[in-house]
């Protein structure tokens, strides 16, 4: 083979990254991978688009078919984004007998076993290292390094958006709608933030993790989620007093054939590795039962980063053609009888606003007792006014049990409001 | 085939932690190679001594030739440590046409090239992920993931024995021996811990890094290197109160057709990601220019976390066998033209124990001055005593011309000593 020949669905953000990393490093990838690779062509939506990068006319198409019936073509590399089209020409370029390169966390959270399988029967690779954590090797890590531990925990925040908010909260105590137009302007939010905000994002990828470190395929929409909405600069100010950081953690853990897989804004304690990790960043936190804990850190996001993933998915996926390499035991087996627990157990920090009168906390701790939620540690804060707010960590407990015993503490008429229910991440568990 | 078969070389530490994962996990690994792997054959010294695991007699034995000898084992897996004769015996399985695993940085250090080399000639395979950072997948990110990437800073904490050390002096006031002593106590320092604490191991790891992310093959001894014998609980103190922590770095970093190559305990600001790597967990810190900054941190030796790597590393090869795949490309080419610098330019961190006088500064910073050396800030502590420490950080300069400022400074009646000079790094560099 002279050259490898491969097609681009999309030029955009990550597309241009990709399109930068191949041409500039020219002479590097042809020394790795003994032949060139080049772009035949490119889809886009509109071929007389402006665009900054210098793409030759007539390699541009409006056409997936072009590229699909293009039999030079061997890899075929989406980075359109969103399930669809994208996942019906990935499906088409698999059974087409073409290797596919994508960064669509969508596509595969929704649809990764299937289309494995599907990549397997006819022989060719599919790979996604840029679909989750930007430029971190996660996959690679998950199914080829660690491939000799049983993966107990993955923590991680894979959401830049709202690390970068959450971060501008915490160090210049700024309201949640101030730090989110701070990062519209930065570039790291888009102008409808929904999805990255409300958590949606990160459990896309935490589909494609629990998928890739435990061998189950759970919908994304499956994953209870919370978001950043409701988090205030008050909260935070009161979990830096308890030692605590508020991040917004993707957790999948598996104990006792269980696992629990969840998204939610979580207080991690200062000392956690995790609590370091700041500004548009991410990290995923890894307990193997052999490696003990590893974390990786980098950027999640942006036309370099994902871009790296993405050259380095096509690197791979070339040096294999060029070897007659196939690889049909890559990923984790499908275990069907992990019981998925969605939130599962945990610790919880709870802030009520109480009216400041003696017999309170004694009310409200014997309604725990009855649900057996038991408190870890209590924090009253008197301010001299009417009603102050009372802060409880309880010790791990199911969080029907908690929404039920405070159901019932909200009655009491010196409860003003349940203010805030967040998940907290102990270093141990 | 129906099964894979391999030979361990060695069974101390690292090859217990082999053997216990290899078989903890027989099922996952079947699943995921195929077939199963099974250990043949394990080379001792001695085939009586009494161990922790249950191995069958029938398989030890003292001779390399049993194993190099046997046509049905397809890896061999050195385990020993040491440069001879594991060098020659790693030839001897790669002449004879046997894939090798090994964790054994002395051997990889000093002749990796001509392995690597000699592997691809005889078309087998060499892995040794184990060689650097115990579990942390560095290899693999530098040589696979990272592929797309021009590297240009790869800055490590990579012996677990110095950071455990330094972390109990800094957090504790300990002194250098009640630390190491410690660290012995607690299985982290050997009972001769020269090769840690005189920064050679580092060393060693070093040179494996440069090679395979910059492609330069470096003698271990070579590389400029400072252990941390010298650096007492005060100097971490002074560190501290100007906002840095000491930390053992390995540093290799590319500028302008050069690459600076050194080990040295440095002074680290607090906030940088490198700061927080505490105890006896070693962390990669990479820049590359698609990627930007990506970290790596975990457990950097011991049986299971080594063990894991070299699992992985087992499996990798397996998978490789069972596909026909053979990969003559997968390390950067050797690049001879970039010249190796040495200790390079740095920021330097010195301390003078001076008399508390008027214008002794003015005196040492003329002499500075004098050589090119610039000094970025300065902290004299007058406690009413004589002599005073005065502590400098200097821009950037290049070590030798601020040795012939200190010699010349040296000489003055009003300096008593030159107690220390260490390098800082900076967030930026």
Known sequence: MDSIKIALLGLGNVGRGVWKILHGHRD???????????????????????RDIDVPFHILTTKFDDI????????????????NPAYQYIRKAIEKGKHV???????IASYGK???????????????????????????????????????????????????????MTRYEMDFNTALKLAQEKGYAEADPTSDVEGED???????????????????????REGITRISEKEIQYAAQLGYTIKLLAVAKKHDGKLDLHVHPTLVPITHPLAAVNDEFNALFIKGDAIGELMMYGKGAGSLPTGSAVVGDIMDVSCAMMSGF???????NVREDLYINGEGEGEYYVRLEVVDQPGVLGKISTVLGNYGVSIASVVQRGRGER????????????????????EEIK????VEEVASILRVESHSS
């Open 28 to 50: 590097m990838i042809r020394e790795y991978v003994g032949v060139p690779i080049e772009i035949k062509k490119v889809l886009v939506r509109d071929i007389h688009k402006k």
């Open 68 to 83: 699909l019936f293009d039999e030079d073509i061997h890899i075929i590399v989406e980075l359109m984004g969103g399930l």
């Open 101 to 107: 390169v994508t960064a669509n966390k969508a596509v």
């Open 114 to 168: 299937e289309l494995i399988q599907l990549a397997n029967q006819r022989n060719v690779l599919l790979r996604f290292e840029g679909s989750v954590g930007g430029g971190i090797p996660i996959i690679a890590a998950l199914t080829k390094s660690l491939a000799a531990n049983e993966i107990e925990t993955v923590v991680g925040i894979i959401n830049g958006t709202t690390n970068y908010i959450l971060t501008q």
């Open 202 to 224: 990160a459990a896309f990828k935490l589909s494609i993790l629990a998928f890739i470190a435990f061998g189950v395929q759970v919908p994304p929409q499956d994953i209870p």
């Open 326 to 332: 196939r690889e049909p035991y890559a990923y984790r």
């Open 387 to 406: 009603v102050v707010p009372l802060v409880l960590i309880t010790h791990r407990v199911e969080r029907k049990k908690l929404d039920l015993a405070l």
């Open 411 to 414: 009655k009491f008429d010196v």
